[in-house]
T-cell receptor, first 111, second 116 residues
Framework: LAKTTQPISMDSYEGQEVNITCSHN???????ITWYQQFPSQGPRFIIQ???TKVTNEVASLFIPADRKSSTLSLPRVSLSDTAVYYC????????????FGSGTKLNVKP | EAGVAQSPRYKIIEKRQSVAFWCNPI?????LYWYQQILGQGPKLLIQ????????DSQLPKDRFSAERLKGVDSTLKIQPAKLEDSAVYLC??????????????FGEGSRLTVL
């Protein structure tokens, strides 16, 4: 099972772009990379998922290099409401019981 | 579309007592998960159901935890007897695995358990 490594915490200021990198050296061929966001007292919420290159949606971008051993979640122009814990997960999206949450990255956005 | 419903939101019990948590997934979602999230940690998968069958319960402490999903819709997670280390948020999630186009899990708000 591919384990992930993320920074424990990050600080940013409102309006800045934030990039959170996740390392997953043992990623398997069928594995996808998924990111979740969690606010206090709430369940995690899906942000974005990708397999290779770049994926973009209305809230974030996900950059995955060719070797797929790492990935970067990019949040454009963060606001105070983006303060949350961000989890990177790696696994076969068709067998979600093999997705494991790590400890995540606590993003603190300052005014 | 209604989200994943969980109850109760908060529960305080003494150690060795029992507790039950209920989850109603999003309508039509065949796959249901229970996670345990201890303060400061990421969610840990306890059990996964596909309809009313168990797919994976390898991390469920079966001596004290049990879960069921009798009719393939809502589910109950029970702890008996509770220990101090069971204090955590119990999260329920569901997924429409038949579509499977994103693999997105939909989580409820969780049930916070405090064992004294």
């Amino acid at each position: 099972l591919a384990k992930t490594t993320q920074p424990i915490s990050m600080d940013s200021y409102e309006g800045q772009e934030v990039n959170i990198t996740c390392s997953h050296n043992n990623i398997a061929t069928n594995d996808y990379i998924t990111w979740y966001q969690q606010f206090p007292s709430q369940g995690p919420r899906f942000i974005i998922q990708g397999y290779k290159t770049k994926v973009t949606n209305e809230v974030a971008s996900l950059f995955i290099p060719a070797d797929r051993k790492s990935s970067t979640l990019s949040l454009p122009r963060v606001s105070l409401s983006d303060t949350a814990v961000y989890y990177c997960l790696v696994g076969d999206k068709y067998n979600f019981n093999k997705f494991y949450f790590g400890s995540g990255t606590k993003l603190n956005v300052k005014p | 579309e209604a989200g994943v419903a969980q109850s109760p939101r908060y529960k305080i019990i003494e150690k060795r007592q029992s507790v039950a948590f209920w989850c109603n997934p999003i309508s039509g979602h065949a796959t249901l998960y229970w996670y345990q999230q201890i303060l400061g940690q990421g969610p840990k998968l306890l059990i996964q159901f596909q309809n009313n069958g168990v797919v994976d319960d390898s991390q469920l402490p079966k001596d004290r935890f049990s879960a069921e999903r009798l009719k393939g819709v809502d589910s109950t997670l029970k702890i008996q007897p509770a220990k101090l280390e069971d204090s955590a948020v119990y999260l329920c999630a569901s997924r429409d695995i038949l579509r499977g186009d994103t693999g997105e899990l939909f989580f409820g708000e969780g049930s916070r358990l405090t064992v004294l």
